[in-house]
T-cell receptor, first 114, second 117 residues
Framework: QKEVEQDPGPLSVPEGAIVSLNCTYS??????FMWYRQYSRKGPELLMY????GNKEDGRFTAQVDKSSKYISLFIRDSQPSDSATYLC??????????????FGQGTILTVHP | NAGVTQTPKFQVLKTGQSMTLQCAQD?????MSWYRQDPGMGLRLIHY???????DQGEVPNGYNVSRSTTEDFPLRLLSAAPSQTSVYFC????????????????FGPGTRLTVL
């Protein structure tokens, strides 16, 4: 079983829809949670970063972390065609022998149709 | 800052050929790493380095070598290319992996698309 599991998608939604992207993880030492966005033929870029349980909002994007359930989500409100990309969750291990290790989910391909 | 740069952007090799993928960063980051990205497989770590002169294997190291003679550069060598190494390769850097730096984000280069025939 992978340490980080991400819903593979792909997701296809109409413009204006609310999008929910999700990852689960198994290691309780995972402490720092990130979402990267990767446009086609580009490298991943950091989109959201949160350290703690709860919600963090940035414009149309909300990152949610539930450490008790080991579940993280990224919500996109009023989705736009420009949001079409691959979204990768990434988690940093802050304990044990893998301290500092960064683990990625498999990525979800999102397409937003005009 | 240019961030993380990679060359070449595209490369086609024949089976058995060798080549070096170049990676450089100008952020004075201690930690650098190489990933390959294949459809449905996500990003898989090939090799990484926690500082000049120190390298270690990731989850898919076979067929690749790395060295880190300077903080800025981290080249990836394919010793004898195989069709299974057809992939997109990303270099990444991060300030560090210990102490306060453990929380720092990782920056990626634009990638190298490699095809092995």
């Amino acid at each position: 079983q992978k340490e980080v599991e991400q819903d593979p998608g792909p997701l296809s939604v109409p413009e204006g829809a609310i999008v929910s992207l999700n990852c689960t993880y198994s290691n309780s030492a995972f402490q720092y949670f990130m979402w990267y966005r990767q446009y086609s033929r580009k490298g991943p870029e950091l989109l959201m970063y949160t350290y703690s349980s709860g919600n963090k909002e940035d414009g149309r994007f909300t990152a949610q972390v539930d450490k008790s359930s080991k579940y993280i989500s990224l919500f996109i409100r009023d989705s736009q065609p420009s949001d079409s990309a691959t979204y990768l969750c990434a988690i940093i291990n802050a304990g044990g022998t893998s301290y500092g290790k960064l683990t990625f989910g498999q990525g979800t391909i999102l397409t937003v149709h005009p | 800052n240019a961030g993380v740069t990679q060359t070449p952007k595209f490369q086609v090799l024949k089976t058995g050929q060798s080549m070096t993928l170049q990676c450089a960063q100008d952020m004075n980051h201690e930690y650098m790493s190489w990933y390959r990205q294949d459809p449905g497989m996500g990003l898989r770590l090939i090799h990484y380095s926690v500082g000049a002169g120190i390298t270690d294997q990731g989850e898919v190291p076979n067929g690749y070598n790395v060295s880190r003679s300077t903080t800025e550069d981290f080249p990836l060598r394919l010793l004898s290319a195989a069709p299974s190494q057809t992939s997109v390769y990303f270099c990444a850097s991060r300030a560090g992996t210990s102490g306060r730096a453990v929380k720092n984000e990782q920056f990626f280069g634009p990638g190298t698309r490699l095809t092995v025939l």
